[in-house]
């Protein structure tokens, strides 16, 4: 079946303009996870959806990045106002839900955000 | 804030030889998986070891996790060529979500023909 797709895979934006990235997770996933990935570096957790619940918020860097689920399937990832520190690969995955303990991620190929 | 941490940071080999990559963490986890991740974009899930567990083998991977040390191995037997890649270690059960996972910096594998 399909995996989760990203949008858009790369994107370059001047410093001081919004940003929107998409994620299309695997159908039948209730439970659905941003990510960042500077260079060189780890995943950087950022929010977490499961289902219709609240999203964990905890991880977002600051007041500028926000994100939305519709409908318990397709997310988007808003940055306003980006700053160049804000350049890295974003990377959507999506799991069963994760019960007691978490399930196996499984990644899209990521949106490549540049801010000059 | 990252929990795991992978050692070494890189490693080189030849094709047919066995490639061990190493990774401890710090609090306590409901499990611990491996992801390979090639070119610096979407990760592929390797296998899950549960912390009752202390070994699993899936193909030419072996993974070992000794919860008293907190650390965990990935054996991949017989590299290929097409194993280069990074390799990186996830443990959930203490991140700030609760589930999402905790992801060390990973290693860079390189394997030469």
């Known amino acids: 079946g399909a995996g989760v797709s990203q949008s858009p895979s790369n994107k370059v934006t001047e410093k001081g303009k919004d940003v929107e990235l998409r994620c299309d997770p695997i159908?039948?996933?209730?439970?659905l996870y941003w990510y960042r990935q500077s260079l060189g570096q780890g995943l950087e957790f950022l929010i977490y959806?499961?289902?219709?619940?609240?999203?964990?918020k905890s991880g977002l860097p600051s007041d500028r990045f926000s994100a939305e689920r519709t409908g318990g399937s397709v997310s988007t990832l808003t940055i306003q106002r980006t700053q160049q520190e804000d350049s890295a690969v974003y990377l959507c995955?999506?799991?069963?839900?994760?019960?007691?303990?978490?399930?196996?991620?499984?990644f899209g190929p990521g949106t490549r955000l540049t801010v000059t | 804030s990252q929990q795991g941490e992978e050692d070494p940071q890189a490693l080189s080999i030849q094709e047919g030889e066995n490639a061990t990559m190493n990774c401890s963490y710090k609090?306590?986890?409901?499990?611990l998986q491996w992801y390979r991740q090639n070119s610096g974009r979407g990760l592929v899930h390797l296998i899950l070891i549960r912390s009752n567990e202390r070994e699993k083998h899936s193909g030419r991977l072996r993974v070992t996790l000794d919860t008293s040390k907190k650390s965990s191995s990935l054996l991949i037997t017989a590299s290929r060529a097409a194993d280069t890649a990074s390799y990186f270690c996830?443990?959930?059960?203490?991140?700030?979500?609760?589930?999402?996972?905790?992801f060390g910096k990973g290693t860079s594998l390189l394997v030469t023909p």
């Open positions: 996830a443990t959930d059960g203490n991140s700030n979500s609760g589930y999402a996972l905790n």
């Open positions: 995955a999506s799991s069963y839900s994760p019960g007691i303990s978490s399930y196996e991620q499984y």
């Open positions: 959806f499961q289902g219709n619940s609240a999203p964990d």
């Open positions: 159908s039948g996933h209730t439970a």
């Open positions: 609090t306590s986890i409901n499990n």
